[in-house]
Structure formats: C-alpha cells, structure tokens
C-alpha cells in the first residue's frame, strides 16, 4: 500500500466544470461486460473514493451493487481513460449525489482486494455546501450525513 505524501487543494478560485459537461464525457468509451471482467481479473482498477463532509457531518450511503453491497460507504467509482482525478473526483460526486464540491482535498492512496476486483484508490476529502442528497440506482434510498467525532 502507498500513501501520497503531499496533499493537493481545490478550491473554488480555481474553475469547476460544470457536472453536466462531466457527465457527459463520461458516457463515452463503455467497455463490453465480458471484457471488462477480463480486465478486473488481470489488472487493479483505478478509482477515487470521496469523504464528504457538509457542516462537520460525513456522508456515508448504502450500497446496492458489488464490491461491499449492502454495506455503508462512502461515495466512489472507477477513473475513467483521459479523465483527470479531480474531474473523475467531480464526476462521481455529482452522479451519485447530485453535489458539487466547494474543495477538494487528496488525502492519500491505497490498493483494496475485493473479492472480485483489486482497486487502487485515491482518496479526497471533499466539502460541499449543501446536504440536499440526490442519490443515483447505485445506493439504496438511504444516504445519511454521521456527526464527526471532535
């Protein structure tokens, strides 16, 4: 397991693209299941995981699909081909939540095993101005945003 040893900071003096335009680059280039299964049992996935937080709460949701189905985590998913990490960070944020970060803080990097793929994740510390969830079919109708402990 790595861990990056800098942190890179985003904030709003920077432009954010708007979700709608990240969304739609990220329609393109699906890959065939049956191919893609191959890909996950030769090579690790890379992929952003979110710690979003709105007011000293943590958002967590419960997942509806594989890896870790049923269980509550927090917002995530797969780097797409020419995406960068802070535009694959906005993306997914925006799929499964319907949010827009205020900043966007890299944390640090890991590889998971999970039992049908191994991922390499880098994790960000995402803020966000609003708790007004608008999940996506990849969690079930339960988001909750959890107290930090000071």
């Not at 890959?31 to 191959?38: D, T």
């Not at 690790?44 to 870790?68: E, F, S, W, Y």
């Not at 269980?71 to 960070?89: M, Q």
Request: hydrophobic fraction near 35%.
């Amino acid at each position: 397991m790595g861990r990056s040893t800098q942190s890179k900071v985003i904030d709003r003096e920077k432009p954010i693209t708007h979700p709608n335009n990240i969304l739609a680059m990220s329609k393109a280039g699906w890959i065939p299941e049956p191919l893609y299964a191959q890909i996950k049992q030769n090579i690790p996935i890379p992929c952003v995981d979110l710690l979003v937080t709105h007011k000293g709460r943590l958002l967590l949701m419960k997942r509806k699909n594989t890896p870790a189905k049923g269980k509550w985590f927090s917002p995530g998913g797969r780097i797409y081909k020419n995406e960068t990490i802070e535009n694959a960070v906005k993306r997914v944020l925006f799929e499964e939540t319907g949010l827009t970060p205020t900043s966007i803080i890299q944390c640090g990097a890991m590889r998971h095993d999970w039992p049908e793929v191994q991922t390499i994740t880098v994790f960000h510390r995402v803020k966000v101005d609003s708790d007004k969830i608008q999940m996506n079919d990849e969690h079930d109708d339960c988001a909750r945003m959890h107290h930090l402990i000071q």
